[in-house]
């Protein structure tokens, strides 16, 4: 039977993925090693996997195909041949909205706890996250958001349009698409989008940079704040600093498709005292994007819902306060510091921006969770504090 072959190549995965790599790139590895596999066989078993890993630890009491069936039922508005081999009187439900699936699951299995779904304390998260619909939203596959150019965002449109590109407009220089749109077919020429998420594009409300002010982006990754700083005021200097080469190699290549060419680069170690090489440098404002637990974005990469430990998030708070201590010495008195990550955990945000004010003189001007549980989206944290 076909759903056998299908469930085969499931449990051929999850036996072998260990949650070192990111699951999109074992998947990769594993497809490359098993060329007998056609573009259908691994269309469905993508879905599966991605389906399984979303239900996060929650019914382990269950076999792993019925846990699957469950979980392509609550991830999925089409119908699968596992949901009609293991679900089959839920078939003609699956379209419905996840909240009335999820219903009709707890109805048929009691022990359905959501919040093994997304498997820490409560009291972990950021107070402000509503914990039930952050749980909820991991059934459903965030957005692909793109921030685009005012003065090409109708030609950009028109084109998405054109491709039957199921397109949002969020506002007239964002744009949600369904997750998998494949941009770089459709609009090759990239030079007047970025790919960002929402609440990424977000963050840069509490940048304020002003013309001619020399900033600094402290783990600048590809660059995706930077370019977002930049399309805001033009007229900066900037600095770009992160501990990978390799990212900073992206960050160059970003940097000359959307025609920004001037700004400093330099590979550095923030965990280490870097005077010799910045003793010169003072800056009107720092991001700090920090590096995190990113279970704000485990939307995307629901593979860690399994694998994440969470003695790893003192490892994180210890790698934000160094940064921190480390990068604030070169802000001028009166600037900000624009502390960022990815995260829900209230000891990596909140507890954080105590720091930054008790141990390092900071004083807060504003922070918030920005919720793109909300609008198919990462959720993450920023602050904004100002040096004194």
Known sequence: MKVTHQIRAFEQIVAHYDGLLPLHRFLLAHYKKNKKMGSSDRRWATRYVYSYFRLGKALLQESPVQRLAIADFLCNDTPSLVIENYLSDLMEQVNLPVQAKFTLIKDRYPSFDLQAVFPFPANLLSESLDPEAFYMSFFTQ????????????????????????????????????????????????????????????????????????????????????????????????????????????????????????????KVLDLL????????????????????????????????MLSYFEEHKISFFIKLQQQIATNVVPYLKPGKPLVYITCSVFKQENEDVVHYLQEALGLTLESMEVIKG???????????RLLKS
């Open 142 to 265: 965030p957005d692909l958001f793109i921030r685009v150019q005012k003065n090409h965002a109708q030609k950009l449109l028109t084109t998405l349009k054109e491709a039957d590109v199921n397109v949002h407009e969020i506002s007239e220089t964002t744009f949600a698409l369904p997750n998998g749109t494949k941009l770089e077919t459709i609009i090759p020429e990239q030079k007047h989008y970025q790919i960002q998420d929402l609440s990424s594009q977000k963050t840069g409300q509490y940048f304020q940079p002003q013309p001619h002010d020399y900033w600094w982006d402290c783990c600048a990754a590809s660059g995706g704040k930077s370019l977002l700083l930049h399309g805001l005021q033009p007229k900066i200097e900037l600095l770009v600093t992160d501990v990978r080469e390799n990212s900073l190699r992206n960050l160059d290549d970003r940097f000359e498709v959307a025609g920004l060419k001037k700004y400093q680069k």
């Open 272 to 303: 280490e005292n870097n005077e010799q090489v910045l003793h010169h440098y003072t800056f009107d404002g720092l991001i700090l994007d920090a590096p995190c637990s990113g279970s704000g974005t485990w939307g995307r990469t629901p593979e």
């Open 373 to 383: 549980y909300q609008d198919k989206a990462d959720t993450m944290f920023v602050a």
